[in-house]
Each structure stands twice: as structure tokens, then as C-alpha cells.
């Protein structure tokens, strides 16, 4: 069994403990592909791999998509449900695990890795991270941006990302989609789903107004004080691009 075997092993197993996502998908990209440096001029607060980890050679990124039941529960109107609450909470979770079992393996086979945490990592100011997941698969082609700022995989975009920086050489080629490659409204100007289901319209053909989306967040959090911290919404998530790509 190869490395990267290894590495996709672990993934499988510690995602299949997790009840509320299907089968994770991932990829890699080396650390000095161009797209890492188009994402750093396009947001110049935004980390490059070798910013995170000094010598860095790889980045591996994947996916948990929630399953059917977790996306449906989230297509009422209004607050978030519970189900997409504790999906959320419980999938941060998995992803911490992951990111500690790949790199307790890279460092076994004589490589140094690093990753950041599934969310909260940002500026509760600005709301921007310095190292975004979603980028990060998105570099490692797992998928293209909708116009609801997420990133549609095979598997949709309801779930939560996870990545990997590391030292280790990848000598693949990785195919990175055109920026809005499978989104329909883009696509065919079709579909607005997104737009037409934010709870409190920071979501528009315009832009993503990231303050009010966090206000929604943050109430949905303040309903449910008996789960852990879980300032998440999830509206724009469950639409014809929630759980397969269009």
C-alpha cells in the first residue's frame, strides 16, 4: 500500500465513524501550482502553502459531504435545523481528527505536515481566514465556486472541508476547474436557489454581504444553547447543488 493509500485509508475510516456525512472525496496539488498564486493576488491576506508550512511541497484537501437527511432537514424556512446544527458540530469534529491522524501518519513516514482548524479560524472583525479549506480544495480540484460562494464537488456542497499542508512530494497533475464551472446560474442563468432561500438576503447576484450572513449564523447558534457552539445557516447549501453536482 502506497503512501497516498495510507493517507486515503485513514480518511475513509475516520469519515465512516461520522453518521451524518456519505463517503469523503479528496486530492492533491503540488505547493507551487500557479493557482496557489492567482488565490494569494486575488486575496492578498490569504496564506500560500509554504506561508503555512516553510518547505512545503504538497496540499492535500477533502470533503465531507452531509447526507440526504442532513441536507432535506435544512430546506425549511427560517432558523437552521438541528439535524444541520449537530451535522456541523460533529463533522468540525471528524475533520479535527483527520487532520491529526494524516499528519501523526506523514510525520511516521519522515514528512512534516500542518493544518488549520474546520472553522473559527478567522477574524471575527474582518471575518476573513487566512487559510480557507474551501480554496484549498478548490486548488486541489474537488470543484468550482457557485454564486453562493461555495465550492460544488461531485458530491455537492453541503458539507465541510478539510485540508493538509505538507512536505511531502506529489508528482501528479492536477486538473483545476474554470472558476464557475458547474454553477447553473453562471452555467445557464437558470438558477438562483441561494439567493432566493438566504434567511436575511446577505446573499445576492451582487456579493455575499459577510456580516449579515454571520448575524444569521450567530442566531441560528443563540436557538439551539443546549448544542455546542454552532453558528452556522446552511440556506444556500441545500439547493439542486446540495448533494450531486448538477
Not at 471575527?124 to 478548490?138: D, G, I, P, R
Amino acid at each position: 500500500m502506497t503512501l497516498d493509500d495510507k493517507l486515503q485509508r485513514i480518511l475513509h475510516d475516520e469519515a465512516v465513524r461520522n453518521a451524518y456525512v456519505r463517503e469523503p472525496i479528496c486530492g492533491w496539488n503540488r505547493a507551487d501550482h500557479p493557482v496557489f498564486a492567482g488565490i494569494k493576488q486575488a486575496h492578498p491576506f490569504h496564506r500560500t502553502p509554504d506561508e503555512m508550512l516553510l518547505g512545503a511541497r504538497s496540499v492535500f484537501a477533502f470533503f465531507l459531504p452531509f447526507t440526504v437527511e442532513v441536507v432535506r432537514s435544512n430546506r425549511t424556512p427560517g432558523i437552521s435545523s438541528k439535524l444541520w446544527c449537530e451535522a456541523y458540530i460533529a463533522t468540525n469534529q471528524n475533520i479535527r481528527k483527520i487532520s491529526e491522524s494524516l499528519i501523526t501518519l506523514l510525520n511516521a513516514e519522515g514528512f512534516r505536515a500542518i493544518a488549520e482548524p474546520a472553522t473559527h479560524n478567522f477574524c471575527e472583525e474582518t471575518l476573513v481566514a487566512v487559510w480557507s479549506h474551501k480554496h484549498m480544495a478548490y486548488a486541489c480540484g474537488l470543484g468550482s465556486f457557485g454564486l453562493h460562494h461555495m465550492l460544488i464537488t461531485s458530491e455537492g456542497c453541503a458539507g465541510r472541508f478539510g485540508s493538509i499542508v505538507t512536505d511531502l512530494t506529489w508528482d501528479g497533475d492536477t486538473q483545476v476547474a474554470e472558476l464557475y464551472a458547474d454553477c447553473l446560474y453562471f452555467k445557464k442563468g437558470v438558477c438562483q436557489w441561494c439567493v432566493d432561500h438566504c434567511v436575511n438576503q446577505a446573499l445576492t447576484r451582487e456579493g455575499l454581504d459577510k456580516h449579515r450572513c454571520y448575524e444569521q449564523c450567530k442566531e441560528n447558534d443563540r436557538n439551539f444553547p443546549q448544542l455546542e457552539v454552532c453558528d452556522v445557516c446552511g440556506k444556500c447549501a441545500v439547493g439542486p447543488c446540495g448533494v450531486k453536482r448538477p
